[in-house]
């Protein structure tokens, strides 16, 4: 399980360089960033190296933000391997809330970010099928 911070941003120039700013000016670093919009907001999700910290200086600088739990699965680079891992889920009867694809900092391998309720079921369920998570 992987802590992940979800930040509600004003959609507008200058927003996401505000935002990595920040981050850059704290010597955090981010792993991975997904930003989703609105007419006027966005939901702007990362993963990095110091969460706690992350949330304190986004926090401090006036960005409305929170911590998730969200699985990181291993993503083998083959044909079929990110629709093996949508099936199991599927067929587990599990609902994905949102997922996203990013790489992972400590290899390089691909990597399934997926926000599903009940999330410490559903990855003892993924590695008893052999899958990696972080």
Known sequence: MTRQISIFAENKKGSMHKLTSILREAGINMSSLVANDSAEFGIAR????KPDEALE??????????????????I??????LNRLLSDIHNANVNIDYMYVALSPENGKALGVIRVPEIEVVESMLKDKGYTTL
């Open 57 to 74: 200086k986004l926090t401090a600088a006036g960005y409305m933000c929170r911590i998730d739990n969200v699985l990181c699965v291993e």
């Open 76 to 81: 083998a680079d083959e044909v079929g391997s």
């Open 46 to 49: 990362l993963l990095c190296d």
